[in-house]
C-alpha cells in the first residue's frame, strides 16, 4: 500500500463549494418550479421538502457511498476512505454527512478547525464515521 496523502484543505474546501454550490442551484430551480411565491421570493414547506431531503441523501450519501466521491471530490482528486484505507460504504457516507449541517451553520469553521488541528486531517463527521480524505491516488487498497 502506497503512503497515504491527505487532501489539501485548498481542495477540500472547493470540492464542499461545488458540492453545495449544485445542492443549492438544485433546491432554487425546485423552489422556483414548485415552491409558494412570496413577497421574499419562493417558500417551500411540509411535504414539498421531501423531494429536497431525498436529493441531498442521493447526491451526498449515495453517490459518495458507491464512489468514494461527490462530483466535486471527484473534480479534485480526492476521494474518501475509512481510516483503515478501506473503501467507505453508504454507511460511512451517512455518518460523515449527518454532521455537515455543524459546519454550514457555523459557515465551515469547525470543519476548518478540525482538519487544521487533528493529526489524520478529519471534520467532526471524519472523526464521527472513522473516515479520511485523501488524495486519490494515494487511496488504492
Same mark, same amino acid.
Given at each position: 500500500?502506497?503512503?497515504?496523502?491527505?487532501? =489539501?484543505?485548498? =481542495?477540500?474546501?472547493?470540492?464542499?463549494?461545488?458540492?453545495?454550490?449544485?445542492?443549492?442551484?438544485? +433546491?432554487? %430551480?425546485?423552489?422556483? /418550479?414548485?415552491?409558494?411565491?412570496? &413577497?421574499?421570493?419562493?417558500?417551500?414547506?411540509?411535504?414539498?421538502?421531501?423531494?429536497?431531503? $431525498?436529493?441531498?441523501? /442521493?447526491?451526498?450519501?449515495?453517490?459518495?457511498? +458507491?464512489?468514494?466521491?461527490? @462530483?466535486?471530490?471527484?473534480?479534485?482528486?480526492?476521494?474518501?476512505?475509512?481510516? =483503515? =484505507?478501506?473503501?467507505?460504504?453508504?454507511?460511512?457516507? +451517512?455518518?460523515?454527512? $449527518?454532521?455537515?449541517?455543524?459546519? @454550514? %451553520?457555523?459557515?465551515? &469553521?469547525?470543519?476548518?478547525?478540525?482538519?487544521?488541528?487533528?493529526?489524520?486531517?478529519?471534520? @467532526?463527521?471524519?472523526?464521527?464515521?472513522?473516515?479520511?480524505?485523501?488524495?486519490?491516488?494515494?487511496?488504492?487498497?
Amino acid at each position: 500500500m502506497k503512503n497515504r496523502k491527505k487532501a =489539501n484543505i485548498s =481542495n477540500r474546501i472547493f470540492a464542499t463549494i461545488i458540492d453545495y454550490s449544485i445542492f443549492t442551484l438544485v +433546491f432554487f %430551480l425546485y423552489a422556483v /418550479c414548485f415552491g409558494e411565491e412570496t &413577497i421574499e421570493g419562493h417558500k417551500i414547506t411540509g411535504l414539498m421538502l421531501i423531494p429536497i431531503v $431525498i436529493f441531498w441523501f /442521493c447526491y451526498f450519501v449515495i453517490i459518495e457511498g +458507491f464512489y468514494q466521491a461527490t @462530483l466535486g471530490h471527484q473534480l479534485l482528486n480526492i476521494t474518501v476512505r475509512q481510516d =483503515n =484505507n478501506k473503501s467507505i460504504d453508504i454507511g460511512h457516507s +451517512f455518518k460523515r454527512r $449527518i454532521l455537515d449541517l455543524i459546519d @454550514l %451553520l457555523f459557515l465551515g &469553521i469547525p470543519a476548518l478547525i478540525a482538519i487544521s488541528t487533528t493529526e489524520k486531517k478529519q471534520r @467532526l463527521g471524519d472523526m464521527y464515521a472513522k473516515t479520511i480524505v485523501l488524495e486519490e491516488e494515494y487511496a488504492d487498497e
